[in-house]
Structures are given as structure tokens and as C-alpha cells.
């Protein structure tokens, strides 16, 4: 059973960068495991953020971008706004099953 | 707009069965599939499976395996996800979500299934 690990908590202040990861435990992470990105605020769904590693939805605000970086999927944020402050959730694709990181809670301080 | 909307709040007996479901609207509901999955209170996000609304293929879970089933009402734009043998560890908010090529792009707004003796 393939385990993917996020950071738990991690924090930031307004206006800084932050780069979350999300790593797989069968290896390299790479553009084939198809990494999609989500946030949740509290009392809400999630929302998509990222999809195939790099690509953003229409709604996707400009300063989140995703990447491939030393072997993991990675969603970065510049310029952090208070409204960011949430959990963020990874999925990867493998051997026909998705599998979901146990998301980061990011705190905006 | 593109909208999932489920069924409300559920409160089942361990044993029980429960079947929620998810309407679509504002796009062409066989061009999509929908992807299920859950959070259980203080956990993180388990995926349950897949169901094509084009050929009602599914992909389940292995955990899963046997005691759920993912069908689709063409005629109204519906998925429906039923688990049955509940036991209290089913306590979760279950969401269904558009998913086609690696995409999970729009979600419902989940429903609240409490399994309590």
C-alpha cells in the first residue's frame, strides 16, 4: 500500500514563500503519478488547485504553482495572503489507485 | 456553472447500508467521471474509487472492495455511491468530485454519514 507523506504544519508569514511537498514511498514522484493539489479551509469541500504536477485551474490564483522538485511533487505559494491560511492536500496515481497525502496545515502568521 | 450537489446528512445503525447521492449540472455528465472519497473525523482524505459515467466502469478501492457499489443515472445526471455493513469507523464526510484525465476539478459540498448505535 503506497504511503504519501506531506508535511504536517508548516508556517509562513504574509507576503513570504512557502513550498509544500508530497513524497510516495514507492519512490521518485514523477509527471506518470499525475500529482493533483487541493485546499480546505475549515467547514468546506476542497478545491482543486493543481493538476498534472504543473497545470492550474481557471480559479487557481496566480501566486500557487506546482512542480517536480528532488523527486517529490511540490506546490509552491509567493507572496502569501492571510486567506491562504489552510490545509492543503496532495493525491498521486499509482498502479491504478489514487492515494492521498495527510495534508499540511498551513498557518499564515 | 458546474455544480455536484449531494444528498444531506445521514445517521445509520452499525450493519446498515447507506447510499448518497450526487447531481450534476452545467455540463455533459457522460464526458466526466466522478471520483469518491472520504474524510473521517481528525483523519485525512481516504480515495474510495472511480466510476466512468460513460460505460459505468468502477475502480474501487481494495479496502472497499465488497462492500461498496458506484452507479450513474444518465437519465438525470446522477452518481450514487452506496456502502453498506457500516461500522462505526464509516463516521465521515463523503464527497464526490468530477475527475477525467488526472483531473479532480469540481467537487460536491459532501455529505455527513454518522454510524451510531
Known amino acids: 500500500q503506497t504511503v504519501v507523506t506531506q508535511e504536517p504544519s508548516l508556517t509562513v508569514s504574509p507576503g513570504g514563500t512557502v513550498t509544500l511537498t508530497c513524497a510516495s514511498s514507492?519512490?521518485?514522484?514523477?509527471?506518470?503519478?499525475?500529482p493533483n493539489w487541493f485546499q480546505q479551509k475549515p467547514g468546506q469541500a476542497p478545491r482543486a488547485l493543481i493538476y498534472s504536477a504543473s497545470n492550474k485551474h481557471s480559479w487557481t490564483p496566480a501566486r500557487f504553482s506546482g512542480s517536480l522538485l528532488g523527486g517529490k511533487a511540490a506546490l509552491t505559494l509567493s507572496g502569501v495572503q492571510p486567506e491562504d491560511e489552510a490545509e492543503y492536500y496532495c493525491?498521486?496515481?499509482?498502479?491504478?489507485?489514487?492515494?492521498f497525502g495527510g495534508g499540511t496545515k498551513l498557518t499564515v502568521l | 456553472q458546474v455544480q455536484l450537489v449531494q444528498s444531506g446528512t445521514e445517521v445509520k445503525k452499525p450493519g446498515a447500508s447507506v447510499k448518497v447521492s450526487c447531481k450534476t449540472s452545467?455540463?455533459?455528465?457522460?464526458?466526466?467521471?466522478i471520483t469518491w472519497v472520504r474524510q473521517a473525523p481528525g483523519q485525512g482524505t481516504e480515495w474510495m474509487g472511480w466510476i466512468s459515467t460513460y460505460d459505468g466502469n468502477t475502480n474501487y478501492a481494495q479496502k472497499f472492495q465488497g462492500r461498496i457499489t458506484m452507479t450513474t443515472d444518465t437519465s438525470t445526471s446522477t452518481a450514487y455511491m452506496e456502502l453498506r455493513s457500516l461500522r462505526s469507523d464509516d463516521t465521515a464526510v463523503y464527497y464526490c468530485?468530477?475527475?477525467?484525465?488526472?483531473?479532480?476539478?469540481?467537487w460536491g459540498q459532501g455529505t455527513t454519514v454518522t454510524v451510531s448505535s
Open positions: 493525491r498521486l496515481y499509482n498502479s491504478g489507485v489514487w492515494v
Open positions: 452545467g455540463y455533459t455528465f457522460t464526458s466526466y467521471g
Open positions: 468530485a468530477r475527475d477525467h484525465d488526472f483531473n479532480m476539478d469540481v
Open positions: 514507492t519512490g521518485a514522484v514523477t509527471s506518470g503519478y499525475y
